[in-house]
């Protein structure tokens, strides 16, 4: 992303090392910007090699210590995050509206995903489970507990800006290990509230690091770093791979967490009505910039027309603008190079011969001169055009006709990622092989794409990550070893396998 320079009496803000706020002498700083106003919200380290060390060094330090002190004491110290977070809710959800776009309701329940979520895995520090499982051998345990990795690094996104950092912290913090946080440049005012409500929750020092900056600079530091033990990622899928690849040279744990290209179908038999909200939500919500969003609707013959009809009806009565606004739908998009990559990818579908329905352009004039207002776009693609495999990340839906279940289902399987899915329809066994078949790691029944708890497991299948899942009991497995233990008591030597 492009960092902007410092403008005068914006106010600056530091990294945060071994319990300290600092801002290295001399380091050059860069600004995040409303993208709905422009306005801008704060001044931020532009971090080096040399600062990320540093806080990889404080993590390693308080390692030991934190891996000590009892997980159940671990998970008090969070739920007092969760109480400072939920006093805090209104400001940080206006702060997430702010520095990235999407509507305050919809800010609030970023901050509420990470109350949530950390409240969930509070709770997970009185189990932390292992197994106990009987031996072969008479007067022999067998059983597996669970360890911490270490110093874990957490890169993030700007989409979720409270919520995806939180789901990394709280599951490593959890588990016993310590972290160097690194959140999106361009939401790194929401990145450094986060850490504040640890640090005002007592955490000791150097459990928790922030440190901003370019992703090629400290990202790649952190992954290349041997004292990082696992890296957990969520971005794109071109990153991703990036991150991966620098891993592998240390056979380092790398989880990924990408991109999506997400279907709703819609059968025959569905409520068109509950559809029909359902795609408004899934497509536009957080402007379409949600890893779950909805981009493509697969709509059977026998209804396509007419619910093609209705999404376009309401569409014209969809409220785009400041997203501070009360009764406004849907705000910006995140950035300058959001913006450019939403409109050029509406160009591409064009020129391939996708028919625009709604949409298709930058809004201008008033208000919207000063932000990144792309209308909310339709557009009806045939199967196979580029609008229809690669992620967009932005308010656009790629719309299209199927014959009949089979053909809906062979199309949403058809593309490289797997991440979220739904289906509309009131037929019981087509609902379950929609379970069974959709090849996506989420799959919602009459509901739209987007919508994860915090109890599940969440992530996709192909390239949409590398197999792990974030959320739910699952996230504890990425953030731990498991090592397995026998305890011998029958005080002679017993050999598993070997007779005599
Ligand atoms: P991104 O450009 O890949 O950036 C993600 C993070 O990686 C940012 O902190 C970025 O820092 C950092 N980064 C960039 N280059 C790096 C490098 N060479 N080495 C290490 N770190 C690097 O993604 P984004 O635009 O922020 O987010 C949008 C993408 O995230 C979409 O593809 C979306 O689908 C995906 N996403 C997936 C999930 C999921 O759970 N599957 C959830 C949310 C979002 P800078 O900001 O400084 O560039």
Redesign the pocket.
Known sequence: ?ALAKTVPKVEEYGLFIDGKWESPGGASRFTTRNPATGEVLGSFVSATAKEVDRAVSAAAKAFPKWRETPAPKRGQLLLRVAEIYRERKDELGETVTMEMGKILPEGKGDVQEAIDFIEYMSGEGRRLLGETVPSELRNKYCMTVRQPKGVVAA??????PTA?PNWKIAAALISGNTVVF?????TSLCGTKVVKAYEDAGLPPGVLNLVT????I???A??RDPRVKAVS????????K??YL?GAEHLKYVHL????KNPQIVLNDANLDLALDGVLFGAFGSSGQ??TATSRLIIQEGVYDRFLGMLLDRLKSFKVGNPVDRGVDMGPVASADQEKKVLTYIDVGQKEGAKLRAGGKKLTGGDYDKGYFVAPTVLEAKHGMRVTKE?I?GPVLSVMKVKDFEEAVRVANDVDYG?SSSIYTKDVNLSFQAMERLEAGITYINAPTIGAEVQLP???IKQ??NGGR?AGTTAIDEFTEIKTVFVDFSNKLQKAQIEG
Do not use: H, Y
């Open positions: 992303m890169i993030t996104p700007w989409n979720f995806i690194k959140p999106a440049s361009n900056g370019a992703g090629g400290v990202g790649d952190l992954i990622f969520t971005g794109g899928t071109d990153t991703g990036q991150v620098k967490e990408l991109g999506g949600r890893c992620e990340f991440l969440f992530g996709g949409t990550g974030e």
